[in-house]
């Protein structure tokens, strides 16, 4: 079990660029979650999927924002046509399918957008 | 629906000194309720939790919680800080499915 692992770990684009995240979460985890942090904040959440199924996604969320879980493995975070207020640490966590136990987090992807 | 107010964006303590981080909840549903803790450009590492067993929780570092329902309170406490313990800590709160995070309280720690 080596955690949950993010890539890249640092990302910086030009303003109107796309960008995609990767998340790999701990192998036996069904639920995978992506979080928001800006400086100074607790994590936002944005969206969480129980295996391939997004269940909810944040208003957050715009339609810029796309995620996806193909197979219920890894899962990826798209943002198209990035804004400088896009700009923050983007946390990925995974958790078992239990009620009463903990996400586990990622070391994140911080994203400038220049 | 679930929020987690934390009071103290920023508390100071001596070293040895008591650590106090508050937090309080709200929740709809019976709650689960977390510690977490951030070092700089790291992501969360889980101090204890909370999930209806015993209302005192132990964590790692030496730190631990009480849950109080009728204060709606988790607060965190640590006995004698150590310069290691300065870091930003997060309170966050499940239904069961997605996790709700406080805003956080940046704890430093003076020699």
């Known amino acids: 079990d080596t955690g949950v692992s993010q890539n890249p770990r640092h990302k910086i684009t030009k303003r109107g660029q796309n960008v995609t995240f990767r998340c790999d979460p701990i192998s036996e985890h069904n639920r995978l979650y992506w979080y928001r942090q800006t400086l100074g904040q607790g994590p936002e959440f944005l969206t969480y999927?129980?295996?391939?199924?997004?269940?909810?996604k944040s208003r957050l969320l715009s339609d810029r924002f796309s995620a996806e879980r193909p197979k219920g493995s890894f899962s990826t975070l798209e943002i198209q046509r990035t804004e400088q207020g896009d700009s923050a640490m983007y946390l990925c966590?995974?958790?078992?399918?239990?009620?009463?136990?903990?996400?586990?987090f990622g070391q994140g992807t911080r994203l400038t957008v220049v | 629906a679930q929020s987690v107010t934390q009071l103290g964006s920023h508390v100071s303590v001596s070293e040895g000194a008591l650590v106090l981080l508050r937090c309080n909840y709200s929740s709809s549903v019976p709650p689960y309720l977390f510690w977490y803790v951030q070092y700089p450009n790291q992501g969360l590492q889980l101090l204890l939790k909370y999930t209806s067993a015993a209302t005192l929780v132990k964590g790692i570092n030496g730190f631990e919680a009480e849950f109080k329902k009728s204060e709606t309170s988790f607060h965190l406490t640590k006995p004698s800080a150590h310069m290691s313990d300065a870091a930003e800590y997060f309170c966050?709160?499940?239904?069961?499915?997605?996790?709700?995070f406080g805003p956080g309280t940046r704890l430093s720690v003076l020699p």
């Open positions: 999927f129980q295996n391939e199924a997004q269940l909810e």
């Open positions: 966590a995974s958790s078992p399918d239990r009620m009463n136990t903990e996400a586990f």
């Open positions: 966050a709160v499940t239904g069961g499915q997605n996790f709700v």
